[in-house]
């Protein structure tokens, strides 16, 4: 057998276009994800033009402080990757070659409107946003960003107006100073404590006639302070009223790019190993050779074994050549190259016997190529689908769907070597050697009418 | 059947006895019988579907009988019709990969002995694709030599050779039987079959119509009036309603 493979060696080597892919693919396919994962911290660029005045602020109150544009740009900036314009048009422009994202405009009478919540005369504050939905995906990406980041600021507003409120309870009830913005002065507000303190005092000194209606005025003041005392959690309630806490009840914590590192190494493991391995089965039987081969000592089952192995060599060479080319981009856990090695070992075994069966079953160098492409691309789609984007009927079709072909368990263990949080490797890889054996025997199977 | 009266020679290197075939309901051999001796050249001839490239995978071992059987004591070499090589490897790699496949005993003999016996000795290097079809089938016939069989079997050698190269291999062929290698060869060339064949044997819808020498099928009907081998052929095969 192993002549027989170190003639595939020989032949690939002989083929300048193939080896020449074999080698580039995974070089290229490395390359681009791996500046895709190291380009921006995997933070969307959005351009942000302010058109609050310099200096301009808004007071949150006591506890919320100064709020303006500059703060506002913090908040933003922390969740994507800000581009400062000088003009709305510019903001425009670059929206529209796809620079960015979108872009938030700030308008002029932002802080004015977020002041004037606090007021009588409540004007809602309105930010802009322009985005390019020339892309459904991308128009749905950037919906969800811009959504999430209204929705945050949002409730950093409440929980400052909220904090306001407090403050203006406490005064009432504790009494203090007030400073009126407009006038520019303070006045001292008695409160309602004190208030009752006074009362009381006045109240020992009135004749009991008298005394009954001031004690009903007391009293009111007693409940007053005891209910709006009552009030103070309930504004912090209203601020935050749902808290999240959040459990991984299925799969690990995967980072994200570990996964994309996992998807790309599994593509490609994919592609490399199935045409190869399709397409040399086929070569087989176009050389003519088939028959005489398998006549041998060798036998039908010793050339599909050793097509096996041809898949998995190159599997291993294409994945660590990958693996290597990412490195400088992206931290890879070396330290976990036995695992690595083995979800290598098992998704190359699973895709070359996929291959297997699909050369044996197209029997033409060019069929073989055309069926591998036909079915592998829908099942790798289909395996990346997720739960919950799906009716839960379709999905659980998916599921089964998917565990048919090599792609799914191969990805599952490739992200399992890579990331130490995500789920176990045991599974899949028990999957994948299912896998080996059901594309096995039919490869085996189809290989009756081969010749 | 007519001609010689088949008789296992007393050194026969093969025995077919009472082989028989189907493809499903259809019947592509029924009740053959023959054998050959050491250094004889059995040529199969016979109409388009008549199952003589049956007969030779069944004798390669390719397919097993449905009935009867093949005694082979020896080694069986067997050549198919379109050269089974691989065209990115030189004939060197392709003699040394298949005399691996083969088991050989000594490979680096083996392949020296079939680059001079196909006279590639100076090609050895050069990869298949590049030689033409009469070295490349020769090349394929040496493949076939590589365990030295006592049997060879040659599914028509000579398609798609100009006759230069033709001749070139039938010369080949005549040194190998020479040196006592049984050949067993179909073809639609009838003259091959009557110039180079000690033996015909002729079958017709998957039955043996015929085990003998040329002269012997032109005697077996004298009513063709003609010498030519073809139109002696075609009227044999009309007679028996074929």
Redesign the interface.
């Given at each position: 057998m192993r002549?027989?493979l170190l003639?595939d060696l020989?032949?690939l080597r002989?083929?300048p276009l193939v080896a020449a892919l074999l080698v580039a693919y995974p070089v290229v396919i490395g390359i681009l994800i791996g500046f895709a994962l190291s380009g921006d911290e995997g933070k969307p660029r959005v351009a942000f033009l302010n058109e609050v005045a310099e200096g301009e602020s808004f007071n949150a109150g006591t506890e919320g402080g100064e709020f303006g544009a500059e703060q506002a740009r913090d908040q933003l900036c922390d969740r994507v990757d800000c581009l400062d314009v000088s003009s709305r048009a510019e903001a425009e422009s670059l929206v529209r070659d796809g620079e960015v994202l979108g872009a938030l405009i700030l308008p002029e009478d932002l802080l004015d409107r977020l002041a004037s919540l606090t007021s009588l005369n409540p004007e809602q504050p309105t930010v802009e946003v322009l985005v390019n939905e020339d892309d459904p995906v991308k128009a749905q990406l950037v919906d969800d960003r811009i959504s999430a980041l209204i929705t945050e600021a949002n409730l950093i507003l409440s929980q400052r107006i909220s904090q306001q409120a407090a403050g203006y309870i406490d005064l009432l009830i504790d009494g203090g100073t007030f400073s009126v913005p407009f006038l520019e002065s303070s006045i001292e507000i008695l409160g309602l404590n004190a208030a009752g303190e006074i009362l009381s005092a006045v109240s020992a000194e009135l004749p009991p006639t008298e005394r009954e209606e001031l004690e009903r005025v007391i009293q009111f003041a007693q409940e007053a302070e005891e209910n709006l005392e009552f009030a103070l959690p309930l504004l912090g309630a209203v601020a935050s009223p749902i808290a999240v806490e959040k459990d991984v009840i299925s799969g690990g914590s995967t980072s994200l790019d570990a996964f994309a590192i996992a998807i790309a190494a599994t593509v490609t493991l994919m592609f490399v190993t199935v045409l190869l391995v399709a397409g040399s089965l086929a070569l087989e039987r176009e050389?003519?050779?088939f028959?005489?081969?398998t006549?041998?000592?060798?036998g039908a089952g010793g050339l599909l074994l050793e097509k096996l192995a041809l898949g998995v060599v190159a599997s291993v060479t294409v994945t660590l050549v990958m693996l290597g080319v990412l490195t400088p981009f992206v931290s890879i856990a070396w330290e976990r190259i036995g695992l690595i090695a083995l979800a290598i070992l098992g998704g190359g075994a699973a895709f070359a016997a996929f291959g297997a069966a699909i050369g044996s079953a197209a029997r033409e160098v060019r069929a073989s190529s055309l069926l591998a492409f036909m079915v592998s691309l829908p099942v790798a789609f289909l395996s990346l689908v997720p739960s919950g984007t799906v009716s839960g009927g379709v999905f659980d079709a998916l599921k089964i769907f998917r565990a048919l072909f090599p792609f799914d368990p191969s990805l599952d263990a490739m992200t399992s070597a890579l990331d130490s949080s995500a789920s176990g490797i045991g599974l899949p890889l028990l999957h994948l050697v299912g896998v080996v054996i059901a594309y096995t025997v039919l490869a085996r199977l189809a290989l009756r009418r081969f010749? | 059947m007519s001609g010689t009266t088949p008789q296992a020679p007393a050194t026969a290197v093969i025995e077919v006895s009472a082989v028989g075939y189907a493809f499903g309901d259809r019947a592509a051999l029924r009740d053959i019988s023959f054998s050959a001796a050491p250094g004889e050249l059995l040529a199969v001839i016979g109409p388009n579907g008549a199952g003589k490239t049956t007969l030779l995978s069944i004798l390669a071992g390719i397919r097993d009988p449905d009935s009867g059987s093949v005694s082979v004591p020896g080694k069986v070499g067997w050549v198919p019709q379109q050269a089974a090589l691989y065209r990115r490897l030189t004939v060197e790699e392709n003699l040394r990969l298949f005399a691996r496949l083969e088991e050989c005993a000594d490979v680096d003999s083996a392949v020296d002995r079939m680059l001079d016996q196909t006279r590639l000795r100076e090609r050895r290097g050069d990869q298949v694709a590049t030689l033409s079809g009469g070295n490349q089938q020769r090349v394929n016939i040496a493949i076939g030599l590589l365990s030295a069989p006592a049997v060879l079997l040659l599914d028509e050698p000579s398609t798609g050779l100009d006759p230069r190269q033709r001749e070139r291999l039938w010369e080949f062929v005549n040194g190998l039987a020479d040196e006592g290698t049984t050949v067993i060869y179909t073809t639609h060339h009838l003259v091959e079959a009557e110039r180079y064949g000690n033996r015909l044997l002729v079958l017709a819808d998957g039955e043996n119509v015929f085990d003998g020498t040329s002269a012997e099928l032109h005697a077996a009907v004298p009513d063709a009036g003609s010498h030519d081998f073809e139109a002696a052929f075609v009227a044999f095969l009309r007679e028996r309603g074929h």
């Open positions: 002549w027989l003639k020989q032949i002989r083929s050389e003519n050779a028959t005489r081969v006549r041998s000592a060798v010749a | -």
